[in-house]
């Protein structure tokens, strides 16, 4: 049973400030890893994925996967308030979908 | 393009009453399909999935049921509610390639009273 966890629960920083998010899971045999944001009242939205070690840079966020230490970030870049929601990782195997962690709440005060 | 539609997108019910949540997915054939649940407050927990007309595998039940009756069409049922299934529904689709993000639709929020 895939466990996932993730890091901070919360955070909150200053507009223009870098956020740096962790996730960490259990099965070794994960293939898929996925960032989703979910606004408040709304359904979570795809945000970023990766699928192999390295890291991969969509304009202001960069995630980072490191399978042999079971665990992937996300960063963002000169944080923005509308950047403030609840982010949530996910992974999964096969067709089998997703498993989420608990999220973490930011926070971007102007 | 593809559109996924929930449907209804807010109930009230009364605890042992019976629900039915759909979910349907245009301008995709065979799609795999999902359904999550998200207590207030807590993250996505995975219900049921589908990857053809008929098959439905569980992950957690919490006392609900799925069902695939058409190739775009998914739904969740229980014959009788209990508080604790209030919450968002949310239904998820991906295609035949495992690595294309699950795309949810806007869910359904219930409360069970």
């Known amino acids: 049973q895939q466990n996932v966890q993730q890091s901070p629960e919360s955070l909150i920083v200053p507009e223009g400030a870098r956020t740096s998010l962790n996730c960490t899971f259990s099965d070794s045999a994960s293939q898929y890893f996925w960032w989703y944001r979910q606004h408040s009242g709304k359904a979570p939205k795809a945000l970023m994925s990766i699928f192999s070690n390295g890291e991969k840079e969509e304009g202001r966020f960069t995630i980072h996967l490191n399978k042999a230490s079971l665990h992937f970030s996300l960063h963002i870049r000169d944080s923005q308030p509308s950047d403030s929601a609840l982010y949530l990782c996910a992974v999964s195997t096969y067709a089998q979908g997703l498993t989420f962690g608990l999220g973490t709440r930011v926070s971007v005060f102007p | 393009a593809q559109t996924i539609h929930q449907w209804p997108v807010a109930e009230i019910k009364a605890v042992g009453s019976p629900l039915s949540l759909g979910c349907t997915i245009k301008?995709?054939?065979?799609?795999?399909l999902y359904w999550y649940w998200q207590a207030t407050g807590g993250t996505l927990q995975q219900l049921f999935y589908?990857?053809?007309?008929?098959?439905v595998e569980s992950v957690v039940q919490l006392n609900l049921s799925a069902s695939r009756p058409k190739d775009d069409q998914f739904i969740l049922s229980t014959e009788k509610l209990l508080l604790s299934h209030s919450g968002f529904y949310l239904c998820?689709?991906?295609?035949?390639?495992?690595?294309?993000?699950?795309?949810f639709g806007e869910g359904t929020r219930l409360s069970v009273l």
């Open positions: 589908s990857i053809t007309v008929g098959q």
């Open positions: 998820a689709w991906t295609g035949t390639y495992n690595n294309q993000a699950p795309l």
């Open positions: 301008g995709k054939s065979s799609p795999n």
